[in-house]
Structures are given as C-alpha cells and as structure tokens.
C-alpha cells in the first residue's frame, strides 16, 4: 500500500522533461516520430520503477531496461511460456497458468518484476549477469550458459541478455540524468 502511494506521489512530481527523456530512449523501429511511450505514460513508468526499486533495493533503470525487453513497456502483455503458461504485465516476471487482472496495471507490474528479481534472483545467485541470465530465462538458461552460447535464434546469444538489459538501462539513466540537468 505504502509502495503505490510513493508511486503515486512520483507520478505527480516527475518532470516532463525526464519523462520525455525516457520516451525518447524507445523509438518504434521502422517508424520515424513514433514512441512506444507517450510522456504521460512515461511518467507513470518512471513513478511505478521507482517505487518498486525503493521496495526492493533495485535499479529503477534496470527495471525500466527490463520493461522494455520484456514488453515495450505494454503492462497488459502476456508471453506465452512452455507448459501453456503465460507471463504477465511489464515486466513479464515468471510463467503462471493465467494472468490476474492485477499484473496487467502498470505499478504491480513493475512492483512484482522488482520482487522477482529480488527474492528469485538476485538474492540466490553469485552476481548481477547470472541474476539477469536468470530473470530472462530461468535455471535452465544459467546452466545452459556455463557451456557457451545458446542461440535463441541467428545471431542472438541468450546468454549476452544481461548485456542487453545493462546497455538500455545505462542508456535510460544518461538520458534521464542529462534531462534532470537541464532543469537545474
């Protein structure tokens, strides 16, 4: 309760500029102008991240890295996962035999990612890149990777995920910092 009332606040007192700052690091490919967020909706992003990293002791930056990976920042997707599971929300956190209305909301997405990451992954596993390799695709994929590459398909290493989600988040950051800057 406390973490969607910090949330709440945040979404009050997030800049446009930083908002815009996030938007602006997710274009829609093939699609010159076009974001997959608008500035309101990233504000709403930014504000759930950052109440569920404060939660949980996590890098709002990665979250949102995550987010974008995971769904385009669409907090009503559903992947489907092996055993007729599906992942839902944002964050996509871990295979379910249904999705909740709840892990469609844009705060609990990112809130139960956060919590996932935490307690599954983070909190078990020796370092953050064996952390990631384990959000993105299980136990299964941490042992696989101690072999080598597992081509998810030509040319994408599964293994290199953790890069994948520390480049964007790194990217986030600098472009949110650049944008708090501005404002001072």
């Known amino acids: 309760m406390l973490t969607a009332l910090i949330a709440t606040f945040l979404s009050l007192v997030i800049p446009d500029a930083e908002a815009d700052a996030l938007r602006l ?11 997959y967020l ?13 109440a569920a990293a404060l939660a949980t002791g996590t890098d709002v ?17 559903m992947g489907l996962e092996r055993g007729r599971m599906v992942s839902c929300g944002v964050m996509q956190p871990h295979p379910k035999p249904r999705c909740e209305e709840e892990d469609l ?8 990612g956060a919590q996932h990451l935490r307690r599954d992954w983070l ?6 890149h064996v952390a990631l390799i384990g959000y993105a695709g299980g136990w299964a994929a941490i042992e696989r990777c101690k072999s080598g590459p597992v081509w998810i398909r030509p040319g994408v290493d599964g ?7 520390l480049h964007r988040a790194r990217r986030i ?4 910092l650049r ?5 001072s």
Do not use: M
């Not at 909301?105 to 139960?112: A, D, E, P, T």
């Not at 293994?159 to 989600?165: A, G, H, I, M, N």
């Not at 944008?179 to 404002?183: G, M």
């Open 61 to 77: 930056d990665l979250l949102l890295s995550i987010a974008w990976h995971e769904s385009r920042y669409k907090a009503e997707a």
């Open 25 to 35: 690091t997710a274009p829609i490919p093939g699609n010159p102008g076009l974001y």
């Open 159 to 165: 293994c290199r995920t953790p890069e994948v989600f």
């Open 173 to 176: 950051r600098q472009a949110r």
């Open 38 to 50: 608008t500035v309101d909706s990233a504000r709403e992003h930014i504000a759930a991240a950052s």
């Open 179 to 183: 944008a708090s800057k501005s404002l």
């Open 105 to 112: 909301v844009v705060f609990h997405g990112y809130l139960r």
């Open 123 to 128: 909190d078990k596993t020796p370092s953050l």
